[in-house]
């Protein structure tokens, strides 16, 4: 269920951002769809692509976080990050 939240709010926030942001580009949007509705196909959809991408934001948190442990053993337990490579990280 959480994930699920987590990925709505982002569809949200990137659909109102870009609604804002469209005239800066010259872009007109399309008015049918200047609501976020998320139970369209369209709103399904950008909160399905939202949910991919926080998993694919996990997956490189979880590979910075490993990497940062092998080559940084020493900030462990010293840092809420590391001061060395800036990975934002708790270490347990
Ligand atoms: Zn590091």
């Not at 804002?20 to 709103?43: C, V």
């Not at 996990?58 to 910075?64: P, S």
């Not at 053993?73 to 347990?92: H, V, Y």
Request: charge should be positive; proline fraction near 2%; hydrophobic fraction near 35%.
């Amino acid at each position: 269920m959480e994930r699920k939240i987590k990925g709505k709010k982002l569809a949200i926030l990137f659909h109102e951002t870009y609604e804002k942001l469209a005239p800066k580009f010259n872009w007109i949007t399309r008015e049918a769809s200047r609501n976020f509705d998320e139970t369209s196909a369209n709103g399904k959809l950008m909160i399905a692509v939202c949910n991919k991408i926080f998993d694919q934001v996990a997956i490189i948190k979880r590979d910075i976080k490993t990497a940062c442990a092998d080559y940084h053993p020493q900030m462990q337990g010293k840092q809420n990050f590391c001061e060395t490579c800036g990975a934002d990280i708790r270490f347990e």
